[in-house]
């Protein structure tokens, strides 16, 4: 695994200020006023961190933020390519830009993200959407100053899908959306190759931040104020795989237990090819760390995780929770189900439905098997309709309500530290998270959002209320 030096990084950071601010003096002169960019993410928490860090080189550039893009002298969508349905609103969205660009000819318009790394995608928005002023994927987000001043100074449209797989550019600045929880990615990429998934081709093999480079942003966050940590990953829990520094994530997790402050860490996405018992340890030791772990099992069936090329069988995976549970009882799961996958049958489903109802996953996240380009799973027999899928799912939502209405109702009568997370569903109420991950609300005000309190849970109605019983 090569990396560039930290002198290159610099270089590139010292470029990329100094493109950002010839565009901000370029943009007084053309503006009499602070411009305004509305950026809208589509895709996961990496994607959302991904935008985080471009809007801190907007800002550089002199930029503040609207809620709508027929406010805005410049759009950003940053793209998702999961799914078909991601996709098709993305051109859906830039279509409707069409309109407002005729109407304000400056409005700079910028397409960035999973979707735009793939070339068909940029060969389609150059032919089809001339009105789109620059394009780059995953890998050239901290060029976007440069991109930007290269287009305002009469330059052609830029279309830039190139990769970097190499190297994690350190060094640039990251506005965060929340003041309390904050994204930290530890990794980027992914080596799995799951045969339904597009994400090892859009965002490249698996590359992991230093460790010194994660303490040091962590630490930097907590002394700011933030109570939460997530750390980001397609697959977390490879995390140092190949490094030299033999850090793991187990490793990692107690590095970052032991830093000083009151906080809470989280993690996502975690593989179970790769949960380790060193992780459970870890999990279980670290009195920081939340109980909570999202495995995605994608299916029950061992003939389709075969097919899915997930590395592990329905035992497997259950004798993994098992253990979990052991070590650690208070545990939480949650999982994503991919419904459909080509050539599954309604046995393979049942299966599915079977291992949901064993492990008792506290929420899902489901999904309808969705075709995507160059993916093995693309070329494979798909014989089930789409609505005997439907039916199937649907199946699956309900088996699961079921599941997370039992869990939810023996929560009731439990006292719980939680981090207040954000205003309630009521108004009045105050939306708490606990250790595992169910959110309770209860009566309270703004303030109490970014502190922890505890609270016992008095009630579920379709949403879990408590009472604060100590602040
Ligand atoms: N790296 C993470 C997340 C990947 S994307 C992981 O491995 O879990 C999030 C979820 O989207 C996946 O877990 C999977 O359930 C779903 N997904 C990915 N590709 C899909 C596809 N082609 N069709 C339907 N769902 C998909
Ligand atoms: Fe996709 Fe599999 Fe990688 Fe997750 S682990 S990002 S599902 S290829
Ligand atoms: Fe979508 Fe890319 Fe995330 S494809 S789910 S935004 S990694």
């Known amino acids: 695994m090569s990396s560039i030096s930290d002198i290159d990084f610099k270089d590139i950071v010292g470029q990329q200020?100094?493109?950002?601010?010839?565009?901000?003096?370029?943009?007084?002169?053309?503006?009499?006023?602070?411009?305004?960019?509305?950026?809208?993410?589509?895709?996961?928490?990496?994607?959302?961190?991904?935008?985080?860090?471009?809007?801190?080189?907007?800002?550089?550039?002199?930029?503040?933020?609207?809620?709508?893009?027929?406010?805005?002298?410049?759009?950003?969508?940053?793209?998702?390519?999961?799914?078909?349905?991601?996709?098709?609103?993305?051109?859906?969205?830039?279509?409707?830009?069409?309109?407002?660009?005729?109407?304000?000819?400056?409005?700079?318009?910028?397409?960035?993200?999973?979707?735009?790394?793939?070339?068909?995608?940029?060969?389609?928005?150059?032919?089809?959407?001339?009105?789109?002023?620059?394009?780059?994927?995953?890998?050239?987000?901290?060029?976007?100053?440069?991109?930007?001043?290269?287009?305002?100074?009469?330059?052609?449209?830029?279309?830039?899908?190139?990769?970097?797989?190499?190297?994690?550019?350190?060094?640039?600045?990251?506005?965060r959306d929340k003041k309390f929880s904050a994204w930290v990615p530890i990794m980027q990429g992914c080596n799995n190759f799951c045969t339904y998934c597009i994400v090892p081709y859009v965002r490249g093999r698996e590359i992991s931040r230093q460790p010194e480079e994660i303490l040091k942003e962590i630490k930097e966050l907590i002394s700011q104020g933030y109570k939460e940590i997530t750390l980001l990953g397609q697959n977390v829990n490879s995390y140092g795989k190949g490094a030299q520094h033999g850090i793991d994530f187990a490793k990692l997790l107690r590095l970052i237990n032991g830093l000083e402050g009151d906080f809470r860490i989280r993690f996502m996405t975690s593989h179970p090819k790769d949960c380790t018992v060193q992780l459970l340890d870890a999990v279980r030791d670290c009195e920081k760390v939340c109980k909570h772990i999202h495995l995605p099992v994608q299916c029950g069936s061992d003939r389709i995780l075969k097919l899915m090329n997930r590395h592990y069988t329905k035992e497997e995976y259950l004798k993994l929770i098992r253990i979990a549970r052991e070590k650690i009882p208070d545990v939480e799961f949650t999982s994503d189900i991919i419904v459909g996958f080509p050539g599954e049958q309604y046995e393979d489903f049942l299966q599915t439905k079977q291992l949901i109802e064993e492990v008792g996953f506290y929420s899902l996240f489901t999904f309808i098997f969705s075709k995507r380009d160059k993916t093995p799973a693309a070329d494979m027999d798909d014989p089930v309709d789409k609505k005997e899928k439907s039916k199937w799912f649907t199946e699956l939502l309900r088996t699961q309500e079921q599941i997370s209405l039992k869990i939810n109702q023996s929560l009731i009568g439990k006292t719980c530290r939680v981090f207040c997370e954000d205003v309630g569903r009521k108004a009045g109420y105050i939306a708490g998270r606990t250790n595992g991950y169910a959110v309770v609300d209860f009566i309270g005000d703004e303030s109490d959002i970014g502190r922890f309190k505890t609270v016992k849970i008095t009630g579920f109605d379709g949403v879990l209320t408590g009472e604060i019983i100590k602040d």
């Open 17 to 175: 200020y100094a493109f950002a601010e010839r565009v901000k003096q370029l943009l007084k002169q053309r503006y009499n006023k602070t411009p305004l960019a509305f950026v809208h993410t589509y895709g996961c928490q990496q994607n959302v961190s991904d935008s985080e860090h471009m809007k801190a080189l907007l800002v550089l550039m002199g930029f503040k933020f609207c809620n709508t893009a027929e406010q805005a002298d410049l759009v950003l969508y940053n793209t998702c390519a999961v799914r078909e349905h991601a996709e098709d609103r993305v051109f859906g969205n830039v279509g409707a830009l069409k309109k407002l660009k005729k109407a304000k000819r400056e409005m700079l318009i910028i397409l960035c993200g999973c979707m735009t790394q793939q070339q068909s995608v940029a060969d389609k928005i150059k032919k089809s959407y001339p009105y789109v002023d620059i394009l780059f994927g995953t890998h050239k987000r901290y060029r976007l100053p440069e991109y930007i001043y290269k287009r305002i100074t009469g330059g052609r449209r830029i279309i830039d899908t190139s990769s970097n797989d190499q190297s994690v550019v350190e060094g640039f600045p990251v506005e």
